[in-house]
């Protein structure tokens, strides 16, 4: 689930005609605004703040029982493990 601040930062970005368009036809057809599609899409893309990494780092170190230098070691492995593909 997103959870949006009380205030936001406006950005722009370039996109091409055809991915400008497909974007809001998807906007659309699932009755979402164009922000709501972009802030799923960096969720689902991993695309976290710091604060939103540090407590599912701690999260899953409370799970796992591992120490902090032990959370980090595996937590890095498994980040460069999902960015080689």
């Known amino acids: 689930m997103l959870n949006h601040q009380s205030t936001t930062t406006r950005v722009t970005i370039s996109l091409s005609p055809e991915r400008y368009r497909a974007l809001k036809e998807a906007s659309a057809r699932q009755g979402k605004t164009i922000r709501q599609i972009i802030e799923e899409s960096l969720e ?42």
């Open 44 to 85: 689902a893309n991993g695309i976290k703040s710091q604060r939103e990494a540090t407590e599912l780092l701690e999260r899953a170190r409370k799970r796992a029982g591992l120490s902090d230098a032990a959370a980090m070691k595996l937590a890095l492995r498994e980040t460069r493990a999902v960015r080689r593909g």
